[in-house]
């Protein structure tokens, strides 16, 4: 005998799933200079694990990278113009030996953070997400410009969360960069 309130609850439960949606994130708390929010993003070999971070303006995080990755990564939390300088700004190592990261300036005006670590390695780091981070153009990423990581994806996108918690839109687009010129 089939009770007509499960079927009821099985079909609304059914049609209010978005098969090709991802999960949904559940609201994070932001976090302070006195309680900073505990972030974990992993690096591996081209890839982000969360495929998609989420920061609030404003907010002091603990950020854990862990580098789950054969390679050196590193992981570099910005606007996308940020991404674009760090970009240009590290093609000046292609070549260089095998090894540490070699020194890179940090780009004029750059207000986000990069965190360099060597495989099987965790780096933590106490940053505060720039309160204007809702401003940039085209967005806030996480992203890795040792040579050539950026053009295999290791890109992921920062999708900015109000004070509540909630995510104040959609995450920015991925960005498709070809190699600086040099």
């Keep these: 005998m089939q009770r007509p309130g499960i079927l009821l609850a099985s079909a609304l439960l059914l049609s209010a799933c978005d098969v090709g949606a991802p ?11 006195g309680s900073p929010r505990e972030v974990n993003v992993v690096t591996r070999d081209y890839a982000f694990v969360p ?6 303006p404003g907010e002091t995080v603990l950020l854990h990278v862990i580098n789950g990755g054969l390679e050196r990564h590193e992981a570099v939390f910005g606007s996308f113009g940020d991404q674009l300088a760090w970009e240009t700004a590290e ?12 020194f ?15 495989s099987g390695e965790r780096v933590d780091v106490t940053w505060t997400v720039p309160a204007d981070a809702t401003v940039a153009p085209g967005g806030w990423f996480v992203g890795c410009h040792i ?3 950026w053009q295999k994806g290791m890109v992921a996108p920062i999708r900015l969360v109000g004070p509540d918690g909630r995510p104040l839109g959609t995450p920015p687009a991925m960005p498709t960069i070809a190699p600086p010129a040099t």
């Design 51 to 56: 495929s998609i971070v989420d920061l609030a």
């Design 23 to 33: 999960a949904a994130t559940p609201p994070i708390t932001p976090g302070t200079s």
């Design 104 to 118: 890179v300036p940090t780009p004029p005006g750059f207000d986000g953070v990069r965190v360099v670590v060597g």
């Design 91 to 102: 093609a000046a190592t292609v070549g260089a030996p095998p090894g540490p990261t070699p």
């Design 147 to 149: 040579p050539g990581h």
